[in-house]
């Protein structure tokens, strides 16, 4: 029984973290979709953004003065700054130019990863980008003292974490519950009805996308902070994950969370497998279990996708003169 236990422990931290970034990213993607923008550059957005604030976290390590966790907070608003920006492109692209939504966004995808690595070589004389520094929390004064909860929740985590979930909730208040939330669905919905109120389709959509992009930047700087000591160019196919936890969703936030977690779960199995009784004995090629992630990917989505409710203008862009 203690041995569980202990499993328990080692998995549950590592299954929260992978589940925070994935839910910010795939509620970004939702901030899009529910304008009707879609924005499958996720992934892309998530480099990007990671790659900009890593270096701005580095530079602030190396002049010192700055505690990490507020060095932590710096590279989260300059990641979420740098996702807004890089999203702006597709939106022009998208909104304004009313070009295919699903090229414009698989451009950016392939962009981001080539111009990160370019950019590192020249200035660091290596695509690899050693952050330094363990952000790292040990323990949360009381909070880490609490039977069972302290352990699991409070001990062994990541001050983005945390963030990450403030967050959430925020944006989630901002959708719900906000007069900007509900312009912003309405024109996912119907566009023409909105726009026949005296709402700026095209204004709100930009907001919508980058909205979406700076959550995707925030929660590549995240994803960096929790997984790896240095950034190379990619979030080992997150956005793309992210993507799927939000169709399995079914666009609904409180869907989201439970669909991050599942992904979360999986991935942390298929990456932590040799820790857990049971499947360790199993003495699978260890081929299968980095398949895991995709494998339940492709399933999920399969049976998902049958009953989309996915906003009703989602992919068409705004004509005025169409009524």
């Known amino acids: 029984m203690s041995q569980w236990i202990n499993v328990i422990y080692f998995l549950v931290p590592l299954i929260i973290a992978s589940a925070v970034p994935l839910s910010l990213v795939a509620l970004g993607g939702l901030f899009s979709e ?26 602030l390590l190396q002049n010192g003065g700055l ?37 414009s966004a698989t451009a950016l995808n392939m962009f981001a990863p080539a111009l990160s690595v ?9 695509s690899n ?16 003292d609490i039977p069972i909860l302290g352990p699991l929740f409070f001990t062994n985590a990541f001050l983005s974490t945390y963030i990450g979930i403030v967050i959430f909730m925020v944006a989630i208040t901002v959708l719900y519950k906000t007069r900007l939330g509900l312009r912003l669905r309405s024109c996912g919905e119907n566009p023409h009805a909105a726009d026949s109120l005296g709402i700026n389709i095209y204004k709100i959509r930009y907001i919508g996308v980058i ?5 995707a930047g925030m929660g590549g ?5 929790s997984f790896a000591t240095r950034f190379s160019g990619t979030v080992i196919g997150f956005g793309f994950l992210a993507l799927a936890v939000m169709i399995f969703g079914q666009w609904n936030p409180k869907k989201i969370v439970l669909a991050a977690l599942f992904f979360a ?3 942390v199995i298929a990456s932590a497998y040799t820790g857990i009784p049971g499947i360790r004995d199993l003495q699978l090629p260890s081929e299968i279990y980095n398949m895991l992630p995709y494998v339940a990917t492709l399933v999920v989505l399969a049976f998902a996708s ?15 003169g169409k009524r």
């Open 67 to 103: 505690s990490l966790q507020t060095i932590a907070f710096v590279g989260l608003f300059v990641g979420a700054l740098a996702g807004g920006a890089y999203a702006f492109l597709h939106a022009f692209a998208a909104i304004n130019m009313r070009s295919n939504q699903i090229i």
């Open 306 to 320: 049958k009953n989309s409710r996915a906003p009703k203008a989602i992919g068409e862009p705004f004509d005025q």
């Open 129 to 144: 980008v050693n952050l330094g520094g363990n952000y790292l929390i040990r323990s949360v004064p009381i909070l880490s």
């Open 221 to 225: 700087v995240i994803f960096v902070l």
């Open 118 to 126: 370019f950019m590192a070589r020249i200035y660091f004389g290596t």
């Open 265 to 267: 779960t999986i991935r």
């Open 34 to 59: 529910s304008t009707g923008v879609i924005n499958i550059a996720l992934e892309g957005i998530m480099v990007m953004g990671g790659f900009i604030g890593i270096i701005v976290m580095r530079v």
């Open 211 to 215: 909205i979406s992009g700076a959550l």
